[in-house]
């Protein structure tokens, strides 16, 4: 089992950056996909960006592509969002998961754990 811990979201200006945080428990940290996803009040839990177990494919919203980067540390079990030139409409909640298969990092329901989430807000 895998438990996940976000951390790094808060106030920021319109076209500021973040860089959020996603520490991970357990020594089988390098088996697993994780992504991003953010939500948005009244909005359904939508994709960010993904990362494969070794680090080596990543993925990427339409949105958020050329702004944001998903990168990973194995040996600290620990994910990472750099998060550039945000955006108003972008404040939400961010949340990483965990998935031990290899297909489907965009989909939501693919995902096998959960943390409880980081809020971003982006003032205009």
């Known amino acids: 089992q895998v438990q996940l811990v976000e951390s790094g979201g808060g106030l920021v200006q319109a076209g500021d950056s973040l860089r959020l945080s996603c520490a991970a428990s357990?020594?089988?940290?390098?088996?697993?996909?994780v992504g991003w996803f953010r939500q948005a009040p009244g909005k359904e839990r939508e994709f960010v960006s993904a990362?494969?177990?070794?680090?080596?494919?990543?993925y990427y919203a339409d949105s958020v592509k050329g702004r944001f980067t998903i990168s990973r540390d194995n040996a600290k079990n620990t994910v990472y969002l750099q998060m550039n030139s945000l955006k108003p409409e972008e404040t939400a909640v961010y949340y990483c998961?965990?998935?031990?298969?290899?297909?489907?990092?965009?989909?939501?329901?693919?995902?096998?754990?959960w943390g409880q989430g980081t809020q971003v807000t982006v003032s205009s």
């Open positions: 357990g020594r089988t940290f390098s088996s697993y996909g």
């Open positions: 990362i494969s177990r070794s680090g080596g494919i990543t």
């Open positions: 998961a965990a998935k031990s298969d290899s297909y489907g990092y965009t989909l939501r329901n693919a995902y096998d754990y």
